[in-house]
Nanobody, 121 residues
Framework: QVQLVESGGGLVQAGGSLRLSCAASGSIFSITNMGWYRQAPGKQRELVAR???????NYADSVKGRFTISRDNDKNTVYLQMNSLKPEDTAVYYC???????????????WGQGTQVTVSS
């Protein structure tokens, strides 16, 4: 009943910037947490950034100071502003959300389809 649609990925040169967006839609009562993960070829998926409904944030050490996560509660959308991109940032980026449905007080985790980010050097 809930879908996450991601956009904003692409090809950028090292030092450039990209802004990723992920919009949640469906039978949503509330979203408690939203975050971004990434997975590069041959590597495990890792947390990039996470934002709680209370405004707390967590960043991977590798992106701290370069990436910023934000959220528009009215649109149920989470953003990831990526600055000073490096080739090692190349990966498929996935958004996720912990959602409370209108039909249940239980939280469920939903994932987006992923968007490719490629940083050239």
């Amino acid at each position: 009943q809930v879908q996450l649609v991601e956009s904003g990925g692409g090809l950028v040169q090292a030092g450039g910037s990209l802004r990723l967006s992920c919009a949640a839609s469906g039978s949503i009562f509330s979203i408690t947490n939203m975050g971004w993960y990434r997975q590069a070829p041959g590597k495990q998926r890792e947390l990039v950034a996470r934002l709680t409904s209370g405004g707390s944030t967590n960043y991977a050490d590798s992106v701290k100071g370069r990436f910023t996560i934000s959220r528009d509660n009215d649109k149920n959308t989470v953003y990831l502003q990526m600055n000073s991109l490096k080739p090692e940032d190349t990966a498929v980026y996935y958004c996720n959300a912990m959602v409370v449905l209108t039909t249940s007080p239980v939280q469920f985790r939903y994932w987006g389809q992923g968007t490719q980010v490629t940083v050239s050097s």
